[in-house]
């Protein structure tokens, strides 16, 4: 019957380690879109310029096509499809979303396709471990120690654990960040902690500690005590330069109570105070991203007497030290999350950036270029209990990537 759906599992047996395997792409499909007519190119196409149009197929249609026939599965497993496939404009971001709050299970979104697949992430335990991504690679942190770390492609699972990070064991808050070299594929991870001074509430210490996956090392790149801030949990990479979000300790006024403070990773930086830029207004949480090395806030707008109380949200862009207000989300799809929390998810890269309320599986969608907002196609999950919560966090999917 049209409109129903089913499940159907593409397995590949025997994908070369170039590109990894995605050992089960689960999909779901509308029984009534699909194709049911082919076109054979196998007499008409040399393998040359059939690996140049495959390459221009979306992540999930490259594996079916990998499927089609032997010749096919060579082909989308040869290291020159790869390099073919790395020349092919940015892959739409997906989005992937915890469907559950104590096993890192859940559905990822193909924009492109409007469609979710099954996916299993590799080396992370709980969805409530910290996440950063960059150029396909995702960086996983445990929320514990705050000292295991792993780097990986979901999409062909390659997976890297990386040395304990330097610095304090335990600290109070900690921020994670990733950014890769789309030349080199050499990427650094970030970690900045912040752990209170023992005895006083409005002192804390902070630290940066910087990974070279070059020269496979860390560096302590910065120790400071802050004085009426504290770290929180949100940074980010743009461009060589670490922005991360700090908060007030000493209460003050709304507009006050973030800040935005930037270290240059590639030489030495002043205090970090001296970096210091408001946030665009009194902001009940805010969101930090890349989308092409511009830094982009997404944050919940509070009311003026009452902060911690969303009324909207909104998007802005750094340019210099000022801020550009982008869009603030209408209100019929602020009413469409029901009731939204002070807090929420939400990420972004290339042009899409993806918001999403803790209590809920809806998934709202914000493309840069077009200045528009769509709801994703509905999550294949239902909240079965009220406590119930939803998080996630979007990648680039590409195939050339590996930590």
């Known amino acids: 019957m049209k409109g129903e759906t089913s499940w159907i599992s593409h397995c590949f047996d025997d994908m070369s380690k170039e590109i990894g395997g995605l050992d089960s792409f689960s999909e779901l499909i509308d029984e009534g879109n699909k194709e049911t007519t082919a076109v054979s190119v196998d007499l008409i196409l040399p393998d040359d310029l059939l690996e140049r149009i495959l390459a221009f197929l979306p992540i999930a249609s490259i594996f079916r096509a990998g499927s089609v026939c032997r010749r096919w599965h060579e082909i989308v497993s040869t290291k020159r499809f790869l390099w073919n496939f790395s020349n092919v404009l940015s892959q739409k971001p997906w989005y992937f979303m915890f469907t559950s709050s104590d096993e890192p299970v859940g559905y990822a979104y193909d924009p492109i396709l409007r469609k979710w697949y099954g996916i299993e992430l590799p080396c992370i335990q709980t969805p409530n471990w910290f996440i950063a991504s960059s150029c396909g690679l995702v960086c996983f942190m445990d929320n514990d120690s705050r000292s295991e770390l792993h780097v990986c492609n979901p999409v062909t699972k390659h997976c890297k654990k990386l040395e304990d990070p330097p610095g304090p064991k335990f600290p109070d808050y900690s921020a994670l960040s990733i950014s890769v ?33 070059e020269t496979r090392m860390w560096a302590t790149s910065l120790t400071e005590v802050l004085t009426g801030w504290r770290g929180g949990d949100e940074s980010v990479i743009c461009d060589g330069i670490l922005y991360f979000l700090i908060y007030s300790t000493g209460g003050g006024t709304p507009e006050n109570r973030h800040g935005l403070v930037t270290y240059s ?3 030495r930086s002043s205090p970090l105070l001296r970096s210091f830029i408001p946030v665009p207004g009194p902001l009940s949480c805010g969101r930090l991203m890349n989308l092409k090395e511009k830094l982009v806030v997404v944050g919940g707008m509070g009311k003026q007497d009452r902060p911690d109380i969303i009324k ?3 998007i802005w862009v750094l340019e210099g030290r000022n801020w550009n207000e982008v869009a603030r989300m209408p209100h019929k799809y602020f009413q469409g999350f029901g009731e939204l929390d002070d807090v929420f998810a939400s990420s972004g890269t290339d042009d899409l950036i ?8 809806a998934l709202l969608v914000f493309d840069m270029n077009q200045k528009l907002w ?11 209990f009220p406590l119930q919560l939803f998080t996630g966090f979007c990648f680039e999917p590409r195939l050339e990537f590996a930590p």
């Open 181 to 213: 070299n789309r030349m080199s594929h050499n990427y650094t991870v970030s970690v900045v902690k912040s752990k209170q001074v023992p005895g006083n509430f409005f002192q804390w210490d902070l630290s940066i500690h910087i990974y070279d996956s």
């Open 312 to 314: 909207g949200i909104g």
């Open 374 to 384: 769509k709801w994703a196609q509905k999550c294949p999950v239902s909240k079965k």
């Open 265 to 267: 990773l590639s030489g």
């Open 354 to 361: 993806y918001i999403q309320s803790y209590g809920a599986p």
